[in-house]
């Protein structure tokens, strides 16, 4: 077997405005790109930090190029799960492996995984927090969008939804308080957004705190996000979470989350396919896991001020699936 050539670099993509949500502002995001080369191929990945959990593009970075002469040795998939934690050195690196895979023996991804030929997805929109009347701005404008999803902050979050749902009366919703909802009563803050038709709620609670779930009777159903990661994380989720949000920068690649999609779809709990903010490279493994969920998160790339060339198109509410030249 040829050998292989380990490249890692670190980009930066400006945001389409700040991108808000109840732990901060964001108005670039920077990702770590990675390509393997073997001959005349070469396969690309790219992974977003995890900062909540201490990641930075640095350090994955750093991970991986640790990982140097196992990748010229021939690192595989399934060894690179023993050698890596889930997060986005991984992911980045697993991505990679995919792609090159894929562009060797002429066979899609989605083929590889026993899929059925890709249609568009309806994709959600991200509508940041902020001032209701900010907000309610934004929803106008994204009134055309099937799906909203609505970053909420904790105190003022029914009047936020009032406002999204007055700029977009007939859009759906979901909302994300991206553990905001600490030390309030989970119950009554879901019951007050029903007159606004909101679909799910993402981690009311900071990731850890699940057991406080136990005797929670949410009128609208719960979606674990910061709180699973990996398939190891999955069994705190279950009689908690009706719903989970896979992200492959969290799980550690597409490897790890078509396992965990599997098992959660066995323990009979719904699944979101979402992504951090990342250009097409990193939303397009996950528009494959994405097709075996509920619903699709994959707005990353339109967050940005520019995706990179090539990417993923999106057309009204939809993405489309990504290109052979792209990944995959």
Same mark, same amino acid.
């Given at each position: 077997?040829?050998?292989?050539?380990? /490249?890692?670099?670190?980009?930066? /993509?400006?945001?389409?405005?700040? /991108?808000?949500?109840? =732990?901060?502002?964001?108005?670039?995001?920077?990702?770590?790109?990675?390509?393997?080369?073997?001959?005349?191929?070469? !396969? =690309?990945?790219?992974?977003?930090?995890?900062?909540?959990?201490?990641?930075?593009?640095?350090?994955? %970075?750093?991970?991986?190029? %640790?990982?140097? *002469?196992?990748?010229?040795?021939?690192?595989?998939?399934? @060894?690179?799960?023993?050698?890596? #934690?889930?997060?986005?050195?991984?992911?980045?690196?697993?991505?990679?492996?995919?792609?090159?895979?894929?562009?060797?023996?002429?066979? =899609?991804?989605?083929?590889?995984?026993?899929? $059925?030929?890709?249609?568009?997805?309806?994709?959600? &929109?991200?509508?940041?927090?902020?001032? #209701? @009347?900010?907000?309610?701005?934004?929803?106008?404008?994204?009134?055309?969008?099937?799906?909203?999803?609505?970053?909420?902050?904790?105190?003022?979050?029914?009047?936020?939804?009032?406002?999204?749902?007055?700029?977009? $009366?007939?859009?759906?919703?979901?909302?994300?308080? +991206?553990?905001?909802?600490?030390?309030?009563?989970?119950?009554?803050?879901?019951?007050?957004?029903?007159?606004?038709?909101?679909?799910?709620?993402?981690?009311?609670?900071?990731?850890?705190?699940?057991?406080?779930?136990?005797?929670?009777?949410? #009128?609208?159903?719960?979606?674990?996000?910061?709180?699973?990661?990996?398939?190891?994380?999955?069994?705190?989720?279950? !009689?908690?979470?009706?719903?989970? +949000?896979?992200?492959?920068?969290?799980?550690?690649?597409?490897?790890?989350?078509?396992?965990?999609? @599997?098992?959660? =779809? %066995?323990?009979?709990?719904?699944?979101?396919?979402?992504?951090?903010?990342?250009?097409?490279? *990193?939303?397009? #493994?996950? &528009? /494959?896991?994405?097709?075996?969920?509920?619903?699709?998160?994959?707005?990353?790339?339109?967050?940005? %001020?520019?995706?990179?060339?090539?990417?993923?198109? &999106?057309?009204?509410?939809?993405? &489309?699936?990504?290109?052979?030249?792209?990944?995959?």
């Amino acid at each position: 077997m040829s050998r292989q050539s380990l /490249f890692v670099e670190i980009e930066r /993509f400006p945001t389409r405005g700040a /991108f808000t949500i109840s =732990r901060g502002a964001k108005t670039h995001v920077d990702v770590v790109t990675v390509r393997v080369r073997r001959g005349a191929h070469e !396969g =690309r990945g790219e992974g977003t930090a995890i900062y909540y959990r201490g990641e930075s593009a640095e350090t994955a %970075a750093q991970d991986i190029l %640790a990982l140097h *002469g196992a990748v010229a040795d021939g690192l595989g998939q399934e @060894e690179l799960q023993t050698l890596l #934690p889930a997060g986005a050195a991984r992911s980045a690196l697993d991505s990679a492996l995919w792609d090159l895979e894929a562009k060797e023996t002429g066979m =899609r991804v989605w083929q590889r995984i026993g899929l $059925p030929r890709p249609q568009p997805l309806l994709t959600a &929109f991200t509508i940041s927090s902020g001032e #209701p @009347e900010v907000m309610e701005a934004a929803a106008r404008a994204a009134s055309g969008r099937e799906l909203l999803k609505v970053k909420l902050a904790g105190a003022g979050d029914e009047e936020r939804i009032r406002a999204v749902r007055a700029g977009a $009366p007939h859009a759906r919703l979901i909302c994300d308080a +991206n553990e905001a909802w600490e030390g309030r009563d989970i119950e009554a803050e879901a019951a007050a957004l029903l007159p606004y038709r909101v679909e799910l709620i993402e981690q009311p609670l900071p990731a850890g705190r699940d057991a406080d779930l136990d005797h929670v009777d949410s #009128p609208i159903p719960l979606c674990a996000d910061e709180s699973v990661h990996d398939l190891a994380s999955l069994d705190a989720c279950l !009689g908690r979470y009706h719903y989970i +949000n896979v992200k492959l920068d969290k799980a550690g690649g597409l490897t790890e989350a078509l396992r965990l999609i @599997e098992a959660a =779809r %066995a323990a009979g709990i719904g699944v979101m396919t979402g992504c951090m903010l990342s250009t097409s490279l *990193g939303v397009a #493994p996950a &528009f /494959f896991a994405a097709m075996q969920g509920q619903y699709a998160d994959l707005d990353g790339p339109i967050l940005l %001020a520019k995706d990179r060339e090539g990417g993923m198109r &999106f057309d009204g509410s939809d993405v &489309f699936p990504p290109t052979a030249d792209l990944w995959g």
